[in-house]
Structure formats: C-alpha cells, structure tokens
C-alpha cells in the first residue's frame, strides 16, 4: 500500500525457450505503466482508481498456431474500501482488464478479477488477511479463497503473505532496500489473424530477488532478477476448441523499473 500513489515505470523480459515436446520457441520481452487515477476519502469509506499498460514484444517461432509480434493490456483496477473500526476494514477490488492485439476488440478482449476481503489487525506490527478471489484471466474461471498476513518484524523488516503472493522487505540502509518474493504471473490475449480468432494464454509462477535504491522521498530505481517456474502456453479458438496446450520450459526472468511516489 506504500506505492499505492506512485507511478511505475519499468522494462522486463526472459529469452526464448522451448514448449516441452517441440521445437517451438517462446520469448517476451514487455513495459509496464502503473499509475494511480483518483483517489476519495469520506468519513470510513475510501474510494480509488487506477491504470495499468502493458505492452508484449513476443516471439513465438510458429506462426501457424500464433502469428502476432505484439499484444497489449490495459487494466482500470477500482478498490473500495470501508473502515469498520480501528482493527477490521473491508475491502472490494474489480480489476477489468482489456488484453489483445487491439485488431478487433470485442466481449472476448476483456477479463476480469474480483477481490472481496477483509483486514484485521491484531497489534500494531500483525494484520490478518480473509477473502476471496475470482479470475477470468489467469483461468477461464478461478475462484480460490484467500488468507494471509502481513507482519512488520522490525522497523527496516516486514513480510507479506497472500495466498500464492510472498514478499519480504529488509532495508539495508535509509536509501537501499533489499526484496524477495513470488507471485503468479501471465494472462490471456485475444487476438486476431488470417487463421481466425484465437485466445492465447500464458501462466507461471515468478520468483525475484529486487534491489531499490530509493534516491530520494520521491524517486527510486530497482532491479529485479528472478526465475520463473510452472510455465504454460493454452491456444483456443473463438468457440473454445483446445488448440494447442504445452509445459513451456522455466526461464531467467529480469526488470528495470523507476518508480516516482507523490
């Protein structure tokens, strides 16, 4: 939540491998755009919007399955908030995302997630976390219940666990900051090309170990090297016929990124 009114800016990428069983290559190479777009305030209820852009240079070496070099995704995540007490807030996020190659953009070029939960917290350094989450992105249709915490263990430490989501942050100095963590990563694209319409999707889990470097209250840069596992590829039709879904081998996983915090 510290970085909620911060604009991030950052280039990732991992190199080509292959989809288990064949000779097909998969590489990306993306740049995000994180911004907040508004924020209000009244008595116990907090209402904020924001943005998301992302842009994919991908090379899949067979155009017969997918014949695109370039996919986009735009994300508005709207987050609701309610202060109960002292102790328990709750919270609803819904986060439409429009993801393809923009040829045609219809119902199939969206994808939504839904995050209904609740915090607790039980000291001042310990919160619980509850809820539940619904995706259209990751999964054609993913629910999984939700639980996790958050706990500042010392003032240059914390540690958050949500779910599949880890992080854990040690400031080194005032100005360096040192992160590891995991996370789910992908989504689904539509896209559109002489073969037809087709959705393609790709999932898998990242890891990363981070560097910030925080210049000053409001600039800091950060480098990130991590590995990704559990990779996925899906290839559908527009009526939902299976195509083509294969293991994609792990990869090294890199990131440049400048954050600017209002």
Known sequence: ???????????????KRALEGTSTELGLSQWTLITPLFYKKRDDWSFAAGLRYESTDIAFS???????????????????????????????????????????????????????????RTTETFQWFFGAVHT???????????IGFHWEASEKSDFLFAGPYLRYKHSITDSLDFIIGGRFSGSKWNTTAKYGERDFRLKAYRTSATLQWNINERHAVLASFGWEFAREVEIKTSDGTLILEKDLDHAPYSELGYRFRF
């Open 62 to 120: 067979d155009t017969s399955l997918l014949d695109e070099n370039w996919l986009q995704s735009i994300d508005f995540p709207f987050l609701l908030m309610k202060e109960q007490s002292e102790k328990l807030n709750w919270m609803l996020l819904f986060n439409p995302t429009m993801a393809g190659d923009y040829d045609s953009i219809d119902s199939s070029t969206f994808n939504y997630m839904t995050i209904l939960g609740a915090r607790y």
């Open 136 to 146: 259209t992105g990751y999964e054609d249709n993913l629910f999984l219940p939700a």
């Open 1 to 15: 939540m510290s970085d909620a009114a911060a604009v991030r800016l950052s280039s990732s990428g991992s190199p």
